[in-house]
């Protein structure tokens, strides 16, 4: 069974910076895309940002755009998620996502086939 462990989260005050990681094996992560979304209490999931594995190529949603940098590790099969000047509204359950989306699917849950436990990042003001 494929497992993706998440790391980092936490609190941190606006304008700060956090690094979130996720850790899968190579094959899995070598397979197709890796992805962070998040959910707000009472809000759906809601995509962040994702990376095509081999190629490198990322998307970010227009909410974290400039602000959340997504960069791989192809030898540890890992990806990390830069936030930095963070905001009240980045207060979420941040969650790891592995699968093979199409392109049209890449920002959507259902794009995904394996999920981290999930890791609390709170901005505090």
């Known amino acids: 069974q494929v497992q993706l462990v998440e790391s980092g989260g936490g609190l941190v005050e606006t304008g700060g910076s956090l690094r979130l990681s996720c850790a899968a094996s190579?094959?899995?992560?070598?397979?197709?895309?890796m992805a962070w979304f998040r959910q707000a209490p009472g809000k759906e999931r809601q995509f962040v940002g994702a990376?095509?594995?081999?190629?490198?190529?990322?998307y970010y949603s227009d909410s974290v755009k400039g602000r959340f940098f997504i960069s791989r590790d192809k030898s540890m099969g890992q990806i990390h998620l830069e936030m930095s000047d963070v905001k009240a509204e980045d207060t979420a359950v941040y969650y790891c996502?592995?699968?093979?989306?199409?392109?049209?699917?890449?920002?959507?849950?259902?794009?995904?086939?394996?999920w981290s436990q999930g890791t609390q990042v709170t901005v505090s003001s």
């Open positions: 990376i095509r594995f081999n190629g490198g190529h990322k």
């Open positions: 996502a592995a699968g093979r989306p199409i392109l049209s699917s890449i920002r959507t849950v259902n794009g995904y086939t394996y």
């Open positions: 190579v094959a899995t992560a070598g397979a197709g895309t």
